[in-house]
């Protein structure tokens, strides 16, 4: 067993290595080839240690090294393979080593494809390490580590400017979530003595912890979820990351690091559970989330940033869950958006292959005929995004505002919201892509072509998980929260079992859901309306499309005045500093010509400041310092 856990972990960072020192050499085929085959190699040790943890029931701890103690503090290399972070492993290296093969295709014409796959096996070292850490120290080294793998995939195209300004930005936002992060692990530190996630979780059972202090290390850690999630305040970096290759959007922006802030809370689950005012901050926070997100995605034009806000709204829609205390909820809700929104974005990267590079939907249209596997795998995430029955969304979004009808009805009206919305501007992007006539140049009409074989098949396997991945929670009989149910000191809350009031709800998500379709259909499908330019859009909408100006509001409170004190530091206090420095240069120089002259290799002299010394060294101690 330990041979698979040494695998599952260093696997992808041998390959990172290999690709990255000699994939130039090898080749881009041979660098894909590697760098996929370390990412399977990974999940095939996932399925042997899921296999064993799901048969037995019972954590595997492996002790890798002792790594430093101070004081009564000691943090062991060590990792935890329990069921929450097995289950996490299963889609983070099973849908990585899809969109790797993926990848192979995708970027085979661009130059730097062995340092692109370089980057994708260390992101997936990075975010192992991340999930499987046996203590926030381990957790904290893989969360940075997604954060810079994050910069670097954003950035790699990086002789466009505006993709290094969107790597930056991802970069310098979550750095703000992660000092909030950083901050609760040294109070928990503080009180508990011990990073450790089963010693932290034993002692919370004593009544010897500060509310207040406990409070506050919840807070610092959602701060540090909402930066890595894409969470209002720190939202505004995802859909910019869309920047970054299409592989890149499905592997972390959809699929695995976005998720990594519903991980920490859910590993850290006895620790909200013990702070219901902040559980209250989370539920309030996803839910704004959620809506604003979805409003925005209505008048997006171009199809990765409608994926995009789609990606922050449903992560919003998992906070709520969260907020809740439905843990297994927001879990079930992660891996179903895994399935379906990892196969949106690379069918959104099918369909931009075939149009050489072209993003906007509204020079986009009739593609059905001509991309049949991408029509119908995009089709039917989209009917799972959309929740519609019996694909996986319906189940696992439908849990979470059933669980918000019971737990607090403003927020699941909130929520019903923006699942309304999410089926509309989903099945508008779906009618604007696919159906009609093309709107693009005949040049790109004449290239029209369905994409590779490993393009498809990944978007076939993950459109079929995104139809049939509902089937682990089901109302009544949920497989997911029976085996996540170790981890939780109460019962489930997806155990929601299909009385009156569940097909109440069921049928209300479904009208909601239809609704929106059927608005889209009525605009886009049967009057055939294509958005207008960039230049006439007014009122609501204008505002919608500068996404009600958060990042026009952070310019104008928080970078220009960080610029401002920047300039006067640089203009007067600078100065003032290098002057005091070069004045003392300058005084001390002039004092070391005078006393340098001293030094003129006359022995007298040297005898009489021996003397004179000495005397003087008497006179204090046998004198003075008796008078004292």
């Known amino acids: 067993m330990n041979t698979?856990?040494?695998?599952?972990?260093?696997?992808?960072?041998?390959?990172?290595?290999?690709?990255?020192?000699?994939?130039?050499?090898?080749?881009?085929?041979?660098?894909?080839?590697?760098?996929?085959?370390?990412?399977?190699?990974?999940?095939?040790?996932?399925?042997?240690?899921?296999?064993?943890?799901?048969?037995?029931?019972?954590?595997?701890?492996?002790?890798l090294a002792d790594w430093f103690s101070i004081g009564s503090i000691k943090v062991n290399f060590s990792f935890l393979f329990d069921q929450l972070s097995v289950l996490w492993l299963l889609f983070v290296t099973g849908i990585g080593s899809l969109i790797h093969l993926y990848s192979i295709s995708y970027m085979h014409e661009d130059e730097n494809m062995h340092k692109f796959f370089s980057y994708l096996n260390l992101f997936v070292f990075f975010m192992i390490t991340l999930v499987a850490g046996s203590n926030l120290l381990i957790m904290f080294i893989g969360w940075?580590?997604?954060?810079?793998?994050?910069?670097?995939?954003?950035?790699?195209?990086?002789?466009?400017?505006?993709?290094n300004d969107a790597a930056k930005k991802a970069f310098i936002m979550n750095r703000i979530g992660d000092l909030g992060f950083l901050i609760g692990i040294f109070i928990l530190g503080h009180l508990f003595g011990t990073l450790d996630f089963l010693e932290i979780k034993a002692l919370l059972g004593k009544d010897v912890i500060s509310p207040s202090l406990l409070s506050i290390a919840a807070l610092c850690l959602f701060i540090g979820a909402c930066g890595k999630s894409a969470q209002l305040p720190l939202a505004t970096w995802l859909p910019d990351a869309m920047a970054g290759p299409t592989p890149v959007s499905a592997l972390i922006h959809a699929a695995t690091m976005v998720t990594a802030g519903i991980f920490m809370v859910t590993r850290m689950n006895f620790l909200f559970d013990l702070t219901p005012e902040i559980q209250n901050v989370i539920a309030i926070v996803?839910?704004?989330?959620?809506?604003?997100?979805?409003?925005?995605?209505?008048?997006?034009?171009?199809?990765?940033?409608?994926?995009?806000?789609?990606?922050?709204?449903?992560?919003?829609?998992?906070?709520?869950?969260?907020?809740l205390g439905a843990y297994e909820v927001a879990v079930f809700h992660v891996i179903t958006h895994a399935f379906f929104k990892a196969c949106l974005f690379l069918g959104s990267g099918s369909v931009i292959h075939a149009l050489h590079g072209e993003q906007d939907m509204r020079n986009m249209g009739g593609l059905r005929k001509v991309m049949p596997i991408t029509f119908w795998t995009m089709m039917i995430s989209t009917l799972a995004i959309s929740g519609i029955f019996p694909f996986s969304g319906f189940w696992s979004k439908d849990e979470i505002l059933m669980t918000a009808f019971h737990g607090n009805i403003p927020l699941w009206i909130i929520g019903s919201i923006a699942s309304i919305m999410t089926?509309?501007?989903?099945?508008?992007?779906?009618?604007?892509?696919?159906?009609?006539?093309?709107?693009?140049?005949?040049?790109?009409?004449?290239?029209?072509?369905?994409?590779?074989?490993?393009?498809?098949?990944?978007?076939?396997?993950?459109?079929?998980?995104?139809?049939?991945?509902g089937a682990i929670s089901l109302p009544g009989n949920s497989w997911l929260n029976h085996y996540l149910a170790p981890l939780f000191a109460h019962k489930a809350h997806g155990e929601h079992h299909l009385d009156g009031q569940a097909y109440m709800l069921m049928a209300i998500a479904t009208v909601g859901a239809l609704v929106g379709i059927g608005i889209a259909y009525s605009k886009y499908l049967k009057k055939k309306e294509i958005p207008v330019a960039d230049s006439e859009i007014q009122g609501v909408h204008k505002v919608l499309s500068n996404k009600y100006y958060l990042d026009e509001?952070?310019?104008?409170?928080?970078?220009?005045?960080?610029?401002?004190?920047?300039?006067?530091?640089?203009?007067?206090?600078?100065?003032?500093?290098?002057?005091?420095?070069?004045?003392?240069?300058?005084?001390?120089?002039?004092?070391?010509?005078?006393?340098k002259k001293i030094q003129n290799g006359n022995i007298g002299v040297y005898l009489f400041a021996f003397i004179f010394g000495m005397v003087g060294f008497l006179v204090y101690v046998f004198i003075i310092r008796d008078l004292k």
Request: charged content about 10%; hydrophobic content about 50%.
């Open 4 to 63: 698979t856990i040494l695998l599952l972990l260093f696997a992808p960072l041998v390959g990172f290595l290999t690709t990255l020192f000699f994939g130039k050499t090898l080749g881009k085929t041979v660098s894909g080839a590697i760098g996929t085959t370390t990412v399977v190699l990974s999940f095939l040790c996932t399925l042997c240690l899921f296999s064993q943890v799901n048969a037995d029931g019972k954590a595997i701890t492996f002790h």
């Open 553 to 595: 509001i952070y310019m104008a409170t928080i970078v220009k005045p960080i610029y401002m004190i920047s300039s006067f530091a640089k203009k007067y206090v600078e100065k003032f500093i290098s002057k005091a420095v070069i004045g003392l240069g300058g005084a001390t120089y002039a004092l070391s010509i005078k006393g």
């Open 144 to 163: 940075e580590g997604v954060g810079l793998c994050s910069y670097l995939l954003i950035g790699f195209w990086y002789k466009n400017q505006d993709y």
């Open 286 to 323: 996803g839910a704004i989330t959620a809506i604003v997100a979805a409003s925005i995605g209505l008048v997006q034009n171009d199809i990765k940033k409608v994926l995009a806000y789609s990606t922050v709204s449903q992560l919003g829609l998992m906070f709520l869950a969260l907020g």
């Open 423 to 469: 089926a509309f501007y989903m099945f508008r992007l779906m009618y604007l892509t696919f159906f009609n006539d093309f709107r693009g140049t005949e040049e790109q009409k004449h290239h029209l072509h369905e994409s590779p074989a490993l393009i498809t098949i990944p978007l076939v396997i993950l459109a079929t998980l995104a139809a049939i991945g």
